[in-house]
């Protein structure tokens, strides 16, 4: 799993206006080189940290939220800062309010953020090369094959919360 190290990671804006934290680190890290990620992040891949989202802390400012159409149907709605306009988290309709999946790039410890997963591979734009020893699949693949146990008891523990059994 990626070098996480503390398990308090702050995160800001490019302005500063939104800064966060996460209480603990993430369940997994992903790397999606979908092209609709390709498109809403102007760039190869999106990098996401995937938290609880009750252990993400807003420290200021406040986030605009921006609901935007997925590949899946579900929707997903992306926080951004109202003032420069950068894409702190976004949540998507399939995990809806409870998990939270962290622009890599808005942690200030970032380098310690590389992927656990390449996902959507079949359309990774040509030039980039994925030699970082995470598994890649051309789709999706099973959280329970590939995730470490404390992370699957974690979102256990989140989809119990969903179902109000928690």
Same mark, same amino acid.
């Given at each position: 799993?990626?070098?996480? +190290?503390?398990? /308090? ?6 302005? +500063?206006?939104?800064? %966060? ?14 092209? #609709? ?13 995937? /938290? ?22 579900? +929707?997903?709605?992306?926080? &951004?800062?109202?003032?420069? &306009?950068?894409?702190? #988290?976004?949540? %998507? ?8 999946? /962290? ?15 390449? /996902? ?19 789709? %999706? %693949?099973s959280s329970k094959e590939l995730w470490p146990e404390a992370s699957l008891e974690r979102r256990r523990a989140m989809i119990a919360k969903q179902k109000g059994t928690g």
């Amino acid at each position: 799993m990626s070098d996480q +190290g503390s398990s /308090i990671h702050k995160g800001k804006c490019t302005c +500063g206006h939104v800064s %966060y934290r996460l209480t603990s680190d993430p369940l997994f890290v992903h790397c999606c080189h979908c092209t #609709w990620c390709q498109r809403e992040t102007g760039t190869a891949f999106a990098l996401n940290a995937i /938290i609880e989202s009750d252990r993400v802390d807003l420290l200021s400012g406040e986030v605009e939220i921006v609901d935007t159409p997925s590949a899946s149907g579900k +929707g997903q709605r992306i926080s &951004r800062c109202p003032i420069c &306009r950068v894409a702190v #988290w976004s949540n %998507y309709g399939g995990s809806g309010d409870l998990a939270r999946f /962290i622009r890599v790039g808005t942690l200030l410890d970032s380098h310690r953020f590389s992927p656990d997963v390449h /996902i959507f591979s079949s359309t990774k734009l040509p030039w980039v090369v994925i030699d970082d020893g995470a598994p890649v699949f051309e789709e %999706y %693949y099973s959280s329970k094959e590939l995730w470490p146990e404390a992370s699957l008891e974690r979102r256990r523990a989140m989809i119990a919360k969903q179902k109000g059994t928690g």
